[in-house]
């Protein structure tokens, strides 16, 4: 079983950057397609971007897409979520989570989720 702890989150003003981090802890992530999905208060959880066991193959939303880079170092067992040119409505919790597959984008099945790290920009 494999443990997900996010960190790096905040609060930022628009136009900011910052780069949350996903380490996995009890079984390697590396033949994994990893996540990172988003809630917002009173909304749905959304997909934000995925990347492949490898990190050659990524996918993003169109929302953040051009602003937000995913990318991983399997010798850390880390994935990390860069995000720059930050709106208001980036503002939510943000969740790492495992796909079951070696590849992730928003329709796979995800099984081992993060507690989330909180988000927020003003403006």
């Known amino acids: 079983q494999v443990q997900l702890v996010e960190s790096g989150g905040g609060l930022v003003q628009a136009g900011g950057s910052l780069r949350l981090s996903c380490a996995a802890s009890?079984?390697?992530?590396?033949?994994?397609?990893m996540g990172w999905f988003r809630q917002a208060p009173g909304k749905e959880r959304e997909f934000v971007a995925a990347?492949?066991?490898?990190?050659?193959?990524?996918y993003y939303a169109d929302s953040v897409k051009g602003r937000f880079t995913i990318s991983r170092d399997n010798a850390k067992n880390t994935v990390y979520l860069q995000m720059n040119s930050l709106k208001p409505e980036d503002t939510a919790v943000y969740y790492c989570?495992?796909?079951?597959?070696?590849?992730?984008?928003?329709?796979?099945?995800?099984?081992?989720w993060g507690q989330g790290t909180q988000v927020s920009v003003s403006s």
């Open positions: 989570a495992e796909a079951m597959t070696a590849y992730a984008g928003p329709s796979n099945e995800y099984d081992y």
């Open positions: 009890g079984r390697t992530i590396s033949t994994y397609g």
């Open positions: 990347i492949s066991w490898s990190g050659g193959s990524t």
